[in-house]
């Protein structure tokens, strides 16, 4: 049966989930919160958005390829500042120490790399999220085939 209201509502909240998300990713440098919080936040709105709707129209939203692409290009933006902070002769992750300009505090770009390693950190929480969901449901699905 269609819920219409759900769908709704769903339809709704997104965007501004979505946004509240990115916006706990950027500013985890200045306020509570960073790349696994804001990552979890946006995870759990396409996890709405597939409840909602169905999975079929989830995975066309984000495909399970594009979830994996997702994850290792998070990965890959974490490791790839802690490469280039070794390659300018610092520590992994370095930041200040590297070169990188800090900016004023307080600002929204104040933190140097990190708000960079933290979106990272938020893009791989996110796609991790909804690939297990994916797939717990595919398997819950299997499972109650073998039993019916």
Do not use: C, W
Not at 39 to 63: H, R, V
Not at 124 to 142: H, P, R
Request: glycine share 14%; aromatic share 8%; no cysteine.
């Amino acid at each position: 049966m269609e819920d219409v209201i759900v769908r709704y509502i769903s339809r709704m909240l997104l965007p501004f989930v979505q946004l509240y998300g990115l916006y706990v990713i950027l500013n985890g440098h200045l306020s509570p919160g960073g790349g696994f919080s804001g990552g979890a936040i946006i995870g759990a709105s396409m996890i709405l958005y597939a409840l909602s709707f169905n999975l079929e129209e989830g995975t066309k939203k984000l495909s399970h390829k594009t979830s994996t692409i997702l994850e290792s290009s998070g990965v890959l933006l974490y490791a790839g500042m802690g490469l280039l902070s070794i390659l300018l002769g610092t520590n992994f992750l370095g930041n200040k120490v590297a070169g990188i300009p800090i900016g004023t505090p307080g600002n929204l770009f104040s933190s140097g790399a990190i708000m960079i390693i933290t979106f990272g950190v938020g893009i791989k929480v996110a796609s991790t999220m909804i690939t297990l969901f994916y797939s717990l449901i595919e398997g819950e699905e299997g499972h109650e085939d073998v039993h019916h």
